[in-house]
């Protein structure tokens, strides 16, 4: 695949995960409104959730290889440093998001061993809104002053 293709992928793909992540959000926050006990099928929705964000950072990575922009940034990573665009996309942009999806992983399997308890709605709950929070302040969005994107291509 060329960068281009990909690029496109995955910024149509990022919207999908977008609304996973509301969703997840939501789901969370209901259950862990609602006091859930976590059962098996809890964990296969969090481990569903994190599988379809590890799809999104592989596709991320194969981009990473192929993208002109990381490619300049590489070159020199001097003068990339010193350039807004390329160090989002050479180092920012990849960092963050790879930090938070490792996160969001960890927290998935830790998940696997509290089948059964109460109150872990909640503690998946605040890390996923951290980890939330990392992948939004590393989006390229369309208005951000850091480095603006289309939000479609």
Same mark, same amino acid.
């Given at each position: 695949?060329? &960068?281009?293709?990909? *690029?496109?992928?995955?910024?149509?793909? =990022?919207?999908?995960?977008?609304? !996973?992540?509301?969703? +997840?959000? &939501?789901?969370?926050?209901?259950?862990?409104?609602c006091q859930t006990v976590f059962l098996q099928k809890h964990f296969y929705i969090v481990l569903g959730l994190s599988i379809?964000?590890?799809?999104? *950072?592989? @596709?991320?990575?194969?981009?990473?290889?192929?993208? #002109?922009? /990381?490619? !300049?940034?590489? +070159?020199? $990573?001097?003068?990339?440093?010193?350039? =807004?665009?390329? =160090?989002?996309?050479?180092?920012?942009?990849?960092? %963050?998001?790879? %930090? &938070?999806?490792?996160?969001?992983? @960890? $927290? !998935?399997?830790?998940? &696997?061993?509290? /089948?059964? +308890?109460?109150? /872990?709605?909640?503690? /998946?709950?605040?890390?996923? @809104? !951290?980890?939330?929070?990392? %992948?939004?302040?590393? $989006?390229?969005?369309?208005?951000?002053?850091?480095?603006? =994107? #289309?939000?479609?291509?």
């Amino acid at each position: 695949m060329d &960068a281009s293709t990909l *690029l496109i992928f995955h910024s149509y793909y =990022r919207w999908v995960v977008l609304l !996973a992540m509301l969703f +997840q959000l &939501a789901w969370l926050w209901w259950n862990n409104r609602c006091q859930t006990v976590f059962l098996q099928k809890h964990f296969y929705i969090v481990l569903g959730l994190s599988i379809l964000y590890d799809i999104q *950072l592989l @596709i991320g990575f194969l981009l990473y290889f192929h993208s #002109p922009l /990381v490619d !300049a940034f590489l +070159q020199n $990573v001097g003068l990339g440093i010193k350039n =807004r665009q390329l =160090r989002f996309f050479g180092l920012e942009h990849a960092s %963050v998001m790879s %930090v &938070a999806l490792l996160l969001s992983n @960890i $927290v !998935a399997f830790r998940c &696997a061993k509290k /089948v059964g +308890q109460q109150h /872990v709605f909640r503690y /998946v709950l605040r890390w996923y @809104i !951290a980890i939330y929070l990392l %992948v939004l302040s590393s $989006v390229p969005w369309s208005f951000s002053p850091l480095t603006s =994107r #289309p939000s479609f291509r």
